[in-house]
């Protein structure tokens, strides 16, 4: 946007925009401040990373995101929620191998969750793996009596050794996924920069609707993460624009820029904060832990 296209208006001052630069979401970009250290952990707030469309960037959000709050010194449980385990192959952990997942955390009361969670090799930040045995969860949970808290009930024994949980559901509005919502004080939505993506939101929002008003009333929106923006296209700025017209101030001014160096960080098993601790996603992941902090998203 150009100088002599007017000013902006922020918190009641006019600003020239040469002095506020705009952001990629229209509003004038912020420096949030760097996050206060914590005296203590834990109780931790749940972040449930939700968007029945594949291929959003839920996983390399939920990755970057834990390793960006844990370099401000937040303690954070990773829960690989997918059947695929994508997040703990993200992490350089195996999830065929394992005699231990989530499945045996849900399924059998006799399992401690805390025999089933694995270091990283990211300080301050621990997984809860997955594997395919996952996916005979949603069919065995029906016959479950309060099937839709198993989850929370079991987050509940290790909600004191962390600040932030963040459950990584698979692509589907399933039993899985309602059991993060109900588990979960809070939602992210990653969404990437397509209209195709941009319709299924809805039928999101109303299965968090329900969630909230018939199980878990605490449930809110943090907030909605625009992912693989690619500023150079119409079509990337067309959406996000859609996106602030349909959720306002819940949409993260932190967006994800599309680059190959997420794949690449992801073929090596590392967060991109370490992976390429210069680069402008790194930058983008710590810059979305302050804004998180800062709008009460996290400790």
């Known amino acids: 946007m150009s100088s002599e296209q007017g000013s902006a208006t922020l918190e009641g001052t006019e600003l020239d925009l040469e002095d506020a630069v705009m952001g990629p979401t229209g509003r004038p970009q912020r420096d ?3 996050p206060a250290p914590l005296s203590s952990h834990g109780p931790a707030r749940v972040i449930a990373m939700v968007n029945q469309k594949g291929g959003v960037g839920k996983t390399t959000s939920t ?3 834990a390793a960006a709050l844990a370099e401000y010194g937040r303690r954070v449980l990773l829960v690989d929620f997918d059947p695929q385990g994508a997040l703990s192959a993200g992490l350089g952990i195996n999830p065929h191998e394992l005699d231990l997942t989530v ?3 849900l399924m059998d009361r006799k399992v401690d969750i ?3 969670i694995h270091q990283t090799g990211v300080e301050n930040v621990d997984l809860l793996p997955a594997n395919i045995d996952l996916s005979a969860a949603e069919v065995q949970l029906v016959n479950e009596v309060a099937r839709e808290q198993v989850l929370d009930r079991a987050l509940k024994k290790v909600e004191d050794d962390y600040d932030v949980v963040l459950i990584d559901c698979q692509p589907s509005l399933g039993l899985l996924t309602v059991n993060a919502l109900t588990a979960a004080h809070g939602v992210i939505i990653p969404l990437i920069c397509e209209f195709f993506a941009l319709r299924a939101v809805a039928l999101l929002v109303e299965t968090i609707d329900k ?3 018939r199980l878990n009333p605490r449930l809110q929106v943090d ?7 690619d500023a150079r296209t119409l079509h990337s700025r067309e959406v996000i624009s859609r996106l602030v017209e ?6 993260f001014e ?5 680059s190959i160096k997420f794949a690449d960080a992801t073929v090596a098993a590392e967060p991109i904060t370490s992976y390429a601790g210069n680069h402008i996603g790194a930058d983008a992941y710590r810059n979305l832990a302050k804004e998180l902090i800062s709008r009460g998203g996290a400790p």
């Open 32 to 34: 949030f401040p760097e």
């Open 63 to 65: 990755i970057n995101l």
């Open 103 to 105: 499945y045996n955390v």
């Open 114 to 116: 805390r025999d089933a």
């Open 211 to 213: 969630v909230q008003d």
């Open 223 to 229: 907030g909605v993460l625009a992912t693989m923006y």
């Open 246 to 251: 349909a959720f306002g101030d819940k949409v």
């Open 254 to 258: 932190t967006v994800i820029k599309r």
